[in-house]
């Protein structure tokens, strides 16, 4: 890969993770709970992931999970990182550059519950079982919902962006 097309991928991976970063802590803000978040910052996490790859992916969403949370004013707790870790890969291995509405369904979803459930397992290593079980059957029952937003608010912006990424990414 040539400099100019590494710069360019970099570029974007850098703006879609400063647009999770915002969303992360406008959510963050609204909702104060360390049990319970929404996971709306995995947004551009996906849509890096799918158009630059799971390693792209897996980069930014490490690098927005420990801004964010830094921004955020709490402390950092890597063992939540692995959610936001799990919105930056799984999609990018499901849909690499053959992007199909019901493959994304599948990869929202599977992401959601791997992210809920590696959530609960750092809940309950830093705070123990009462405080990972007090909010989990919410947290489960949001995660149909959720997806269904996430899918559609990507599958849209993916969409609509389509020209600018290809010739953004994709150019030769």
Known sequence: MNNTKHIQRL????SLSSISIVI???FKSLVQSTSFGLPF???PLILGSIILGP???LFMALVSD??????AGQGYLP???LSAVAWGVIPGVLIRRTFKPQV??????LAYFAATTLNT???LYYFGRIEALSMLALRLSLIFFNSVIIFHFVKDAYVKLTPFYEKFVYQT
């Not at 994304?104 to 979803?109: C, D, G, I, P, Q």
């Open 11 to 14: 570029t974007l991976a850098a």
């Open 24 to 26: 992360d802590i406008l």
């Open 41 to 43: 910052y995995a947004i």
């Open 55 to 57: 390693g792209y992916g």
């Open 66 to 71: 420990l801004v964010g949370v830094s921004f």
């Open 79 to 81: 063992l939540f990182a």
């Open 104 to 109: 994304l369904a599948l990869a929202v979803f």
């Open 121 to 123: 397992i750092a809940i």
